[in-house]
């Protein structure tokens, strides 16, 4: 309960064990990818060795019945194959620990960490998994529709007709087509310095969420005044748009330089263009970019 609002330092393990059962609505993370970057107390090649299966056990225990787990993730490449790590531990969570794998999300980037070369053989490194993993049916689900309707106000072609009970073929009213739908489950992002956030204080970690990203999860999974927790933190972004979003959080993670960075997060603002920047298959930069201050 003392958790709520906090941004704790320290191994999850340990602090998730001291959350009751059933306490929290929503856990939107990223855990450290395979050997993908070096955190700060972690050595190189260290990173990912974090205790999956008891972190793992934790949240499904602390998770409320209906509640929304956002597992975001993504594998290193070893020896010439992807690790696989993000299939694992979605059907861990799935086999093991029972809970539904609600969908299959992409989110995608708008530039590559690892841009392929023409005398490579791999394609430019563009998505992550975004596994969205409930206990239950999902007790929240309010889609964003901002999908933008070609057809808008379309009627369709002639006229419809439905068979009454008595037999009888009666004319019926079309809806027409709104103006927006609901998105798909690809969400596409500005990514790295001065993308993902305006503070410059969150570039001084690694593996950044945009916070549009983690904003439009959080206005999807949960309602105002629900509790939101991110075990891996890191610079806070989770915890930062959970505040901006009239919601309650609880972030943890093993740095406590990180832990400082996310406290100061929790008060800085957020640009207006940094949610649902696209849709539509292209990025115009040059406009989110003329917003800025
Ligand atoms: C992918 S980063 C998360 C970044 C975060 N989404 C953001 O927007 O800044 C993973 C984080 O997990 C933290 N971490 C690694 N092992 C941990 C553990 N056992 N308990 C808590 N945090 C841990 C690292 O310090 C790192 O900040």
């Known amino acids: 309960m003392e958790f709520v609002n906090t941004v704790i330092c320290g191994d999850s393990k340990n602090i998730l064990g001291t ?28 990173a990912y060795e974090f205790d999956f299966k008891g972190i793992a056990s934790e949240l499904n225990r602390v998770l409320k019945k209906g509640g929304t787990l956002v597992w975001i993730v993504g594998d290193e490449v070893i020896n010439g194959s992807e690790t ?39 394609y430019s490194q563009i998505f992550e998994y975004m596994f969205i993993l409930s206990k239950g049916k999902p007790k929240t689900a309010n889609l964003l529709c901002d999908k933008p309707n070609a057809w808008k106000g379309w009627l369709g072609f002639g006229k419809m007709k439905q ?34 956030s305006s503070d410059e204080l969150a570039s001084q970690h690694p593996a950044i969420f945009p916070e549009g990203l983690v904003g439009d999860n959080i206005l999807t999974w949960t309602n105002e005044g629900d509790i939101i927790l991110d075990p ?62």
């Open 84 to 122: 696989g790590s993000s299939f694992r531990q979605a059907l861990y969570f799935l086999d093991e620990l029972k809970l539904n794998l609600h969908d299959t999300m992409i989110y995608k980037k708008n530039s590559s960490s690892f841009p392929a070369r023409a005398d490579g053989n791999r």
């Open 19 to 46: 959350i009751s059962d059933n306490y929290v609505d929503c856990i939107i993370t990223s855990p450290p990818y395979d050997n993908l970057r070096t955190y700060k107390n972690k050595k190189e090649h260290e």
């Open 232 to 293: 891996f933190n890191g610079s806070g972004t989770t915890t930062k748009m959970a505040h901006l979003l009239n919601r309650k959080y609880i972030g943890i993670d093993i740095s406590e330089e990180y832990c400082n960075i996310a406290r100061k997060r929790i008060s800085t603002g957020v640009r207006e263009d940094s949610f649902a920047i696209d849709f539509g298959d292209d990025i115009d930069l040059s406009n989110i970019k003329k917003n800025w201050k």
């Open 163 to 196: 068979r009454e009970r008595n037999g009888q073929l009666v004319e019926i009213q079309r809806n027409p087509v709104p103006e927006f739908s609901p998105r798909t489950n690809i969400w596409k992002y500005a990514t790295g310095r001065n993308y993902s």
